[in-house]
């Protein structure tokens, strides 16, 4: 969820005090150890992988004592029954998981995993051939999103090992990452004055530790990522917007697009891509479902399912950031609308919601 920036929403909506504000540790130096685990936020805060036969046997070789027929008694003997056939391995894909904005909850990531049976007690993957998709934005706001990262990257080899996959797609805040660690403040024309992307990542969440953290294979992982996907007809993205029609019309070539332009390095075109998977709330309100169709008409697909927007935001149940007036129901699964076209993942883990993890299809 990024707000600032230079960037509005694509409908009319409320900013609350959560999108605007730069995390107090940005005016603090605050040291941090390599290889330690960051510090955790405050209460409510806004994150091894045969049996040879013996030797020395030959088939002719006489290694019993010869028994002639009529030294022996005859008796008769009930065949034993046959043993159960070995089990055979899973045939075709497994079940299809999706995960919706982590922002750096690590913990919240690993419980909720955990819980679905993905993971085992130790965080390793023990869901065989199960396919798990990350809809993006792994960093930001919370404690730990190199760790997160570092998860999902693992996951990735574990899953792929045990016959399943784990993948993930390009959200908007690992464009901002990017973006921040190759240009820092250098400007940039972001259609409303000069912007810089480091300005924008602190103004949207960055940790400084992610930042310290941050290695080249990390970079290289996230530039490298999907921006969208079609799975047993579920289209999957990071971004409630239609602002993907502006690179493609097929998900080969939104894909294509995304990674040239990050591998060209411009910094303007870097920002305009940030920009617009920022877009959001193209599905909710009047003309919404319609949005939707022209992506599921485009791309395939019988429905869109995304992150980015919490879903207390599409439902219009916008709090104040200390909690005071707060009267935002639970989110306790993913929100279904649009006529049904979009399923919204974003449970608002940063505003004490739940990080989701779930199942497709969806029982409704």
């Not at 998977?277 to 003309?287: H, L, M, Q, V």
Request: aromatic share 8%.
């Amino acid at each position: 969820m990024t707000q600032g920036a230079g960037q509005g929403p694509e409908t009319e909506r409320t900013a609350t005090l959560r999108d605007f504000r730069v995390p107090a540790y940005v005016h603090e130096a605050r040291p941090y150890a390599p290889g330690t685990p960051p510090a955790a936020p405050a209460p409510h805060a806004e994150e091894p992988y045969d049996d040879a036969y013996p030797e020395g046997y030959t088939p002719t070789q006489r290694d019993l004592p010869v028994i002639n027929r009529g030294d022996t008694v005859q008796v008769t003997v009930e065949p034993l029954p046959a043993p159960d056939p070995a089990p055979q391995p899973a045939t075709g894909p497994g079940p299809l998981y999706v995960v919706g904005d982590v922002h750096g909850y690590l913990d919240e990531l690993t419980a909720a995993l955990q819980e679905k049976g993905l993971i085992d007690a130790s965080g390793q993957w023990c869901a065989g051939t199960t396919r798990l998709w990350f809809l993006g934005d792994f960093t930001d706001r919370g404690p730990d999103g190199i760790g997160v990262i570092d998860l999902v990257m693992r996951l990735s080899a574990e899953a792929a090992a045990a016959g399943g996959y784990c993948k993930a797609l390009m959200g908007n805040h690992e464009l901002l990452l990017i973006g921040a660690k190759r240009f820092g403040d250098t400007p940039v024309n972001s259609g409303a004055g000069t912007a810089t992307f480091q300005a924008a990542w602190l103004l949207n969440g960055g940790q400084k530790t992610d930042m310290d953290r941050l290695q080249d294979h990390h970079l290289q992982w996230m530039a490298r990522l999907d921006a969208l996907e079609e799975v047993d007809g579920h289209l999957l993205v990071h971004s409630d917007t239609t602002a993907y029609l502006d690179y493609g019309r097929s998900i080969e070539e939104v894909n294509d697009t995304v990674r040239e332009t990050l591998t060209r390095n411009d910094a303007d075109e870097v920002w305009d891509l940030f920009r617009k998977f920022t877009k959001r709330f193209s599905f909710r309100d009047e003309g919404g479902a319609d949005a939707v169709r022209s992506l599921l008409d485009t791309y395939g697909g019988t429905r869109i399912v995304h992150g980015h927007s919490p879903i207390p935001y599409l439902l219009g149940e916008v709090g104040s950031e200390d909690g005071e007036d707060d009267t935002r129901t639970a989110v306790d699964g993913p929100h279904v609308y649009a006529d049904g076209l979009a399923i919204a993942m974003d449970g608002g883990v940063t505003m004490a919601g739940k990080l989701l993890v779930q199942q497709l299809p969806l029982d409704d």
